[in-house]
């Protein structure tokens, strides 16, 4: 059965663009719109898997539509050239499953709702599905505040790093011979191309200078300005951190 999609953006470029890469075997987009007011209403009318929506809309923003639609089963996900943390945080904390910055990839939009596409059960290797979808929030949550932009190839491999971490612990002292290996072959490409993305991903976060949401985030200084994670020492990190909190 396909999963359906409801899209509302003011760019009607836009919009149109993100429909056509939806309108296939897997995928049906049965509404589209503008307006905030509208985007409530087809939400509740139709009750799509999910929408992907725009913070600012005509009538009530993006905001007041997560508001009004917390108690919906729908996964929202946010395409906006809005890109300061205050405005993601807040997305996320509304109920956001993912927020992409525009100008955002079309095939990376659609590889995170593949993602979230998967029944029970299959949405990976290493956790049941609500396991699954609790442990994706979290690590999405800790990118955005470290600052790991979601259109980079590091960001998926990245995400998949640490749920390998998360599930076998033991898997963080063979880095390169299964941890790398385990993320190419699921995505088919090398473990060079893997280990060399990830790198960049963390470079960029350092690059954008948020070391204090860094330390902020795990609670002590972990570094300064000067210093940077090792791919592995990043990874043990956060698996770290997320299995202390019970992920």
């Not at 799509?48 to 917390?70: A, H, N, R």
């Not at 993320?183 to 470079?203: F, G, L, P």
């Not at 795990?218 to 940077?228: A, H, W």
């Amino acid at each position: 059965m396909k999963k359906t999609i409801v899209i509302a953006d003011e760019d009607k470029n836009i919009l149109e663009e993100i429909k056509a890469k939806f309108t296939d075997d897997n995928y049906e987009v049965v509404a589209t719109c503008s307006s905030g007011d509208e985007l409530i209403k087809l939400v509740k009318e139709y009750t799509p898997d999910f929408v992907i929506m725009d913070i600012v809309l005509t009538g009530c923003d993006g905001f007041k539509v997560l508001e009004c639609l917390k108690d919906q089963k729908s996964n929202i996900v946010i395409h906006s050239s809005l890109s300061m943390d205050g405005f993601i945080n807040k997305a996320i904390s509304l109920g956001a499953k993912y927020y992409c910055i525009k100008p955002f990839d079309l095939n990376t939009l659609k590889d995170r709702i593949n993602d979230m596409s998967q029944p029970k059960g299959v949405n990976n290797t290493y956790f049941n599905s609500k396991t699954n979808n609790h442990i994706e929030e979290k690590i999405t949550n800790i990118f955005i505040t470290v600052g790991i932009p979601a259109h980079i190839k590091g960001y998926q491999f990245l995400r998949e790093a640490i749920k390998l971490a998360i599930a076998n612990p033991e898997i963080i002292n063979s880095i390169t011979k299964k941890l790398y290996p385990t993320i190419a072959e699921k995505y088919d490409t090398s473990s060079s191309k893997v280990e060399r993305a990830i790198r960049h991903a963390i470079e960029v976060a350092w690059n954008r200078g948020k070391i204090e949401n860094i330390n902020n985030l795990f609670g002590i200084k972990v570094y300064s300005s000067n210093e940077k994670p090792t791919n592995g020492e990043f990874i043990a990190l956060v698996a770290d951190k997320m299995l202390i909190e019970g992920a």
